[in-house]
């Protein structure tokens, strides 16, 4: 049983800083991570991906974030941190830490349970 476990989450005052990470547990050592990234869900909407990481290094980020956030990982030991600088009102939502990983060719995706992120004005 896979288990994502993420830490970091709080109140900050608008253009503070809060930094995410988030641990995969359970993976067993036959079928890699091959991404690992942070999901966002705000009161009202839907969730949103924030930004991601593959096993390659690779990176992605939503536009409302990117010259704000910094996502790294070492996915090889199932481990993924969010880095959050210059935060916004619009920030705030409960955070989750997402991994995925092939196994025979299926796609199985793992959550964590969240954490809340408050970005005050």
């Known amino acids: 049983q896979v288990q994502l476990v993420e830490s970091g989450g709080g109140l900050v005052q608008a253009g503070g800083s809060l930094r995410l990470s988030c641990a995969a547990f359970?993976?067993?050592?036959?079928?890699?991570?091959?991404?690992m990234g942070w999901y966002r869900q705000a009161p009202g909407k839907q969730r949103e991906l924030v930004a991601a990481?593959?096993?390659?290094?690779?990176?992605n980020y939503a536009d409302s974030v990117e010259d704000r956030f910094t996502i790294s990982g070492d996915l090889a030991k199932n481990t993924v941190d969010l880095q959050m600088n210059s935060l916004k009102p619009e920030d705030t939502a409960v955070y989750y830490c997402?991994?995925?990983?092939?196994?025979?060719?299926?796609?199985?995706?793992?959550w964590g349970q969240g954490t809340q992120v408050t970005v005050s004005s």
């Open positions: 997402n991994a995925d990983r092939l196994i025979f060719g299926r796609r199985y995706e793992y």
């Open positions: 359970g993976t067993g050592s036959i079928f890699s991570i091959n991404a």
């Open positions: 990481i593959t096993s390659g290094g690779s990176t």
